[in-house]
């Protein structure tokens, strides 16, 4: 597309927040440099960029940092809002419904992601039956908002997907890590039957299937990250 200036992403390829953005200059089909960042050894240019948090992703526009997955996906739906003929809104359009997504999305990242990253975490079985416990309580308070804010259609956003798909979307495939790594079946048809459902119908979608990478990526980085947290062992690998 023309006209978006110079964009650079600095990411890790598994990260949820990392998809999250990825995701989101997908749908405004913006291009964009890619540079895959080491987050154990992280480089001058990522600790220069978000001296604050030390986090990926950072968005460089013009060589300008943006740091923050949620700001970041806002930014870019602002600054490319319409700008170019079909290209989708990510925010809803009226403010409620924005106040509403944007309330979900901070949720997400407050309680869902804390939760099944504390399943690769555990120290112990019992804290690792924990942390599946808490995030299968997410999952099912998820359930509600889907229920409400998709008011019958096929995503949170409606028909098609918007900002809290973009929010809820970008961890499912960690989900499926953790179910061949621990045989933990967190999207369960019969708990959670409206968020399995919109899983699957997510998954379809072109911003996720040209985005989100395999489940495998996530479980070898899992079993990285498991070796530096010294972790409870995990279970034989389910496929
Ligand atoms: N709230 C941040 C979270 C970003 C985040 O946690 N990134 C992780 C990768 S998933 C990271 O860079 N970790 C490096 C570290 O914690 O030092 C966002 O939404 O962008």
């Not at 096929?154 to 900002?163: H, L, Q, V």
């Not at 061949?180 to 996720?208: Q, S």
Request: hydrophobic content about 50%; overall charge negative; some cysteine.
């Amino acid at each position: 597309m023309a006209g978006e200036g110079d964009l650079k992403l600095l990411g890790l390829l598994v990260s949820p927040f990392v998809v999250r953005v990825r995701m989101a200059l997908q749908m405004k089909g913006l291009s964009y440099d890619y540079i895959e960042q080491d987050v154990f050894d992280k480089s001058e240019l990522l600790l220069a960029s978000n001296p604050v948090h030390k986090k990926v992703p950072v968005l460089l526009h013009n060589g300008v940092p943006l740091c923050e997955s949620q700001i970041i996906v806002q930014y870019i739906d602002e600054v490319w809002a319409a700008a170019e003929e079909g290209s989708p809104t990510i925010l809803p359009a009226e403010p409620h419904d924005r106040a509403v997504a944007r309330f979900w999305a901070a949720y997400v990242d407050d309680k869902l992601f804390p939760a099944w990253i504390g399943i690769i975490k555990a120290a112990t079985e019992e804290a690792r039956a924990e942390k599946t416990s808490e995030t299968l309580a997410v999952l099912a308070q998820l359930e509600v908002a889907l229920a409400e804010c998709s008011k019958g259609k096929a995503f949170f956003a409606g028909d098609a997907i918007g900002y809290l798909d973009l929010a809820v979307g970008c961890n499912m495939f960690w989900l499926e890590a953790l179910r061949r790594l621990f045989g933990v079946e967190l999207l369960d048809t019969g708990k959670t039957p409206l968020l399995a459902a919109w899983a699957e119908r997510f998954a379809e979608t072109e911003t996720a299937t040209k985005v989100v990478p395999d489940a495998d990526s996530a479980v070898e980085f899992a079993r990285k990250l498991a070796a530096r947290f010294g972790s409870a062992s995990p279970a034989p690998v389910a496929n």
